[in-house]
């Protein structure tokens, strides 16, 4: 038996820059894990089928789930004939802007490395994972990471300074495609960057300043309760605001741990689902 952990993340910035020929995004993004985890086991079977068990209602058994196609990557192409039962104890929320699926793909990954003892570096099993998803190969590394190409280019930073974060989740479910294909992109100054520089100076007024989200303005537009989190969030002193992925989820940042508290109290009277955890980096 081997267990891994599986990190949700958060966008500290997500640029759109132009729209490629293949039709993905050309994207910037400053990603960070938070402590916010799935817990994944995972045991060689007798015969060679992948079961997927998990008590969640909402996680799907079979092919459709994510770490399924990843466990069935990785023994096609490692020759694996042992399956493997693989159990997802689900504690990010789903369809949430905090790339569960892709987190839950990333620790089979490296699962199935360990299980089997394949020995294969991070790097190739990142490479591997892009074919699945663009979010899974900043999942496979965690931490902290600028993240270019449509995701899958992975520049690994240090870890912000510490920090504490309130995230609310409305009771909605927002398609990731549906808001790229409503995007306009190209007007919006790029903010990656700005977050790079201030994550590396360890500078945590900065790291405020550049938080920025390009599907922010779309996704609001369309879920005016993503905007009512994000403005609450904002007056209820939090330092700075802003939504993850494609939404609905929001976080609001805090220094201190008190000022955090207050943040969480404020947010659970207009929200039923808020977490309150710190920054992984
Ligand atoms: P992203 O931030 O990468 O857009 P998300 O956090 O918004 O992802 P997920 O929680 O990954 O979204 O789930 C989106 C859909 O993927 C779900 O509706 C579910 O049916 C499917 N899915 C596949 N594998 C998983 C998994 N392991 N856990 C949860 N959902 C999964």
Redo the contacts with the bound molecule.
């Keep these: 038996m081997h267990y891994e952990t599986a990190p949700?993340?958060i966008n500290l910035t997500l640029d759109t820059l132009y729209k490629r020929n293949d039709g993905y995004h050309e994207v910037s993004m400053v990603m960070t894990t938070v402590d916010l985890n799935?817990n994944l086991s995972f045991e060689r079977r007798k015969d060679r089928k992948i079961v997927?068990q998990?008590d969640?209602q909402?996680?799907?058994t079979d092919r459709?789930?994510?770490?399924?196609?990843a466990a069935e990557l990785m023994m096609e192409r490692y020759h694996i004939e042992t399956g493997v039962t693989i159990n997802?104890d689900?504690h990010?929320?789903?369809?949430?802007?905090?790339?569960?699926?892709?987190?839950?793909?990333a620790a089979t990954f490296r699962g199935l490395n360990s299980l089997y003892n394949l020995g294969i570096e991070l790097s190739e099993l990142a490479d591997l994972s892009a074919e699945l998803?663009?979010?899974i190969p900043f999942c496979v590394y965690g931490g902290t990471a600028l993240a270019t190409g449509r995701g899958e280019i992975i520049e690994r930073l240090k870890s912000p300074p510490h920090a504490w974060l309130v995230l609310a989740k409305p009771n909605i479910?927002?398609s990731?495609k549906s808001i790229y294909r409503a995007l306009r992109p190209g007007k919006n100054k790029a903010a990656s960057q700005e977050m790079k520089t201030a994550i590396l100076n360890e500078d945590y007024q900065s790291i405020v300043s550049a938080l920025k989200n390009d599907l922010e303005e779309v996704t609001v537009k369309k879920y005016p309760e993503v905007k009512k989190l994000l403005e609450n969030m904002r007056v209820s002193g939090s330092d700075g605001a802003l939504m993850?992925?494609?939404?609905p989820?929001v976080f609001g940042i805090c220094r201190k741990e008190r000022q955090s508290i207050h943040l969480y109290n404020a947010m659970k009277g207009c929200c039923s689902e808020v977490y309150r955890i710190r920054l992984l980096g």
């Design positions: 949700a993340k799935d997927i998990s969640h909402f996680v799907p459709r789930n994510l770490a399924y196609q997802i689900k990010i929320p789903i369809a949430a802007g905090l790339a569960g699926g892709s987190a839950d793909a998803g663009s979010d479910s927002v990731t993850s992925g494609s939404g989820t």
